[in-house]
């Protein structure tokens, strides 16, 4: 069970997805992507690979009895935000178009722990979404194509989904513990999979550390200098993204700065 996976845009490009009518918009919320079946009265969730996730079962989503459903959202605490659909009551979803598909999703008699992302579609609502979870410090916006139809996996560039992010973040590997320290140091990998140290990021005293080889997701200002990440914040382990996936190629540079 496989969700659809977003680009990245650049800042220069936000512009073009605010005016362009094509595109409709949604807040890109800050949580782990998941796939949610409901099926035969089970519930079943997956990560971003399509695998079974980690998480309990524990989404709690009111339905019309036995009715099956397949979501795709970003769970944030036992909250699940859903700003997709894929199947409603076997009937699959994934021909519709973006924006006939957020119509039948906004429409569900679904209630509980469930939170239909809103979506703006002209050009004022878009930019008033945009300056909104600006000001607010929320993660970042998604455009869809309103005629894109739903499929899963990750295009090699640019695609009818894109998001873009209002600060960086990367996922990175633990590569030690710091002695002394309730902090990591973290690595990356360059062209042929060799590592690279980029600095250290420190945990919650309350948080316990993560394992070294472990992958975790930081949020930071930019990299620089052999690609050390500036003003790194720890955000949580990423038990869905692979170690291989951990490439200096997702950072974002300070201008003049190179690995």
Not at 37 to 65: H, M, S, W
Request: net charge negative; glycine share 8%; proline share 5%.
């Amino acid at each position: 069970m496989r969700p659809q996976l977003l680009n990245p845009i650049d800042d220069d490009e936000v512009e073009e997805y605010l005016t362009d009518p094509a595109y409709f918009a949604q807040e890109k919320i800050d949580g782990k992507h998941i796939v949610y079946e409901y099926r035969g009265g089970a519930v079943y969730l997956y990560n971003k690979k399509g695998e079974i996730a980690k998480q309990k079962a524990d989404i709690q989503i009111t339905l019309p009895a036995f009715t099956p459903v397949v979501l795709d959202g970003e769970l944030v605490g036992n909250t699940y935000y859903v700003f997709d659909i894929i199947e409603w009551d076997n009937a699959s979803c994934t021909e519709l178009s973006a924006a006939d598909r957020y119509r039948v999703l906004a429409d569900l008699p679904i209630s509980g722990r469930v939170v239909v992302v809103p979506a703006a579609f002209s050009t004022v609502e878009k930019r008033d979404l945009y300056a909104r979870l600006k000001n607010e410090g929320k993660e970042g916006i998604v455009f869809k194509r309103k005629k894109a139809a739903y499929v899963p996996g990750r295009p090699a560039s640019g695609g009818d989904m894109v998001k873009y992010k209002f600060y960086a973040t990367a996922s990175v590997i633990v590569s030690e513990h710091t002695d002394g320290k309730h902090s990591v140091r973290m690595m990356m990998l360059v062209d042929g999979g060799a590592p690279v140290d980029v600095g250290s990021v420190t945990i919650g005293q309350k948080t316990p550390l993560p394992e070294i080889g472990a992958v975790i997701e930081v949020k930071y200002l930019y990299a620089y200098h052999g690609g050390c990440l500036y003003q790194p914040s720890y955000l949580g382990v990423r038990d869905d993204v692979s170690a291989e996936e951990c490439s200096v190629k997702q950072l974002k540079y300070k201008a003049g700065g190179v690995v």
